[in-house]
Nanobody, 114 residues
Framework: QLQASGGGLVQPGGSMRLSCAAS????????MGWYRQAPGKQRELVAT???????VYTDSVKGRFAVSRANAKNTVILQMNSLKPEDTAVYYC??????????WGRGTLVTVSS
């Protein structure tokens, strides 16, 4: 299971940190990351990071968000800075392991509004 924490209401230009930890797993995820789904839109990739530390970001968050992980703990962090109203969405933690597939957290709502 993946358990996310963080989320809530933040003003435009503010910062927020999301954390996600896996429990009950006996392996290290090949890739961990975050996806988000805004109202009326499809779920989209936000940022991912491999166990080797390679990262991928969607263009709209480059330079503002940073993803990191602790492999031994199967945890992934998303530091979000300079938040914009268009970042408002439900954020989902993801872990992928070859031969096992994708694992998803329940989602946490991030609302950017004044």
């Amino acid at each position: 299971q993946l358990q996310a924490s963080g989320g809530g209401l933040v003003q435009p230009g503010g910062s927020m940190r999301l954390s996600c930890a896996a429990s009950g797993t006996i392996f290290t995820f090949n890739t961990m990351g975050w996806y988000r789904q805004a109202p009326g839109k499809q779920r989209e990739l936000v940022a991912t990071i491999t166990s080797a530390g390679s990262t991928v970001y969607t263009d709209s968050v480059k330079g503002r968000f940073a993803v990191s992980r602790a492999n031994a703990k199967n945890t992934v962090i998303l530091q979000m800075n300079s938040l914009k109203p268009e970042d408002t969405a439900v954020y989902y933690c993801n872990g992928y392991k070859r031969s096992y597939g994708n694992f998803w957290g329940r989602g946490t709502l991030v609302t950017v509004s004044s």
